[in-house]
DNA sequence: TCCTTATTGATACATAGTATCAATAAGGAT
DNA sequence: ATCCTTATTGATACTATGTATCAATAAGGA
């Protein structure tokens, strides 16, 4: 939501300059998840992939998706039909909230969330070098239909 | 952190009141998990349960740990070691800190996740009825040895 | 004490994820 | 373009995590 929107391409460079090949398999994985609205599984990616290449490998996916997360490409949803979905990564540092009505992934405005790692750093004394927030509801389109 | 603490009988009570019998694994679990200071996985509280009642089932140990979860006593720490740990619950809403260094869980004031909510709330408007929010990083303890 | 029925523990099964390894194919060298 | 090296792939087997089934057990009321 902020500014920033998924870039294939970027995600293509970002994989090569890590020093992975150029292969079939990472533009097919890449366009699943970059264009997907809503999180999707590493068994739900390989089914989509075999659409379009059959021969695709289980294994592959699941190389592929850790790749991706490693890289900071897509990120785990928890607690959202377990914890084995993803999305895009929007900001660095996101506020996902999942719609517990049509499933659909929005990216909030993350300062509020900066401001409390902050103010918690301070009043906990505690080094905080990781976060994961997820908020889950209704959004606002599915009030509106109901 | 904030005020309360556990309270293994409260526990029971909240069981019994739930309409499920009293059983000597009822005990043996929410002792094992009230008890420990660090987040605990369905299988490392069957092994520490066999310690003391050797018969104890695995399927049994899974069945409590979700008992206790649906009645909001213990709640699932993501993203460390995986996701299938457990810590009790102290506050209804939590902010919970895990050290990356000695394991240890704190639970932090949650007044700025509340706020947080709320100015999120206002802004995007979704109606947010759930929430999750997990801390990582360096306990001041452990800062202090290094 | 007896009876009813929730709970248990053993087993089998299901799902999610990982290790292994021969076959394939990317991409640089010739 | 051809060859060579080696990362990547896909098939398979395996591990880990979690669930379904069901006979045996035991709680708790009559
Ligand atoms: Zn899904
Ligand atoms: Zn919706
Ligand atoms: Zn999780
Ligand atoms: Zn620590």
């Known amino acids: 939501m902020p500014g920033k929107t998924i870039n294939p391409e970027e995600w293509l460079t970002a994989l090569n300059e890590s020093g992975i090949r150029v292969t079939a398999v990472q533009e097919t994985l890449i ?3 970059a264009h997907s609205g809503y999180p999707l599984s590493a068994e739900e990616a390989w089914e989509i992939a075999r659409q379009s290449r059959p021969q695709t490998g289980r294994a592959t996916v699941y190389r592929m998706v850790e790749k991706l997360e490693n890289l900071g490409l897509i990120r785990r949803v928890h607690g959202y039909q377990g ?20 499933g659909r992934a929005d990216y909030l405005d993350s300062q509020p969330l900066e401001d409390l790692i902050q103010h918690s750093e301070h009043t906990s004394g505690h080094h905080i ?7 889950f509801g209704d959004c606002r389109a599915c009030q509106e239909n109901a």
Chains 1, 2 share one sequence.
């Open 31 to 33: 366009d699943i998840f």
């Open 129 to 135: 070098t990781d976060s994961r927030l997820q908020l």
């Open 83 to 102: 914890c084995s979905h993803f999305v895009p990564t929007l900001p660095e540092l996101m506020m996902l909230f999942i719609c517990l009505s049509c």
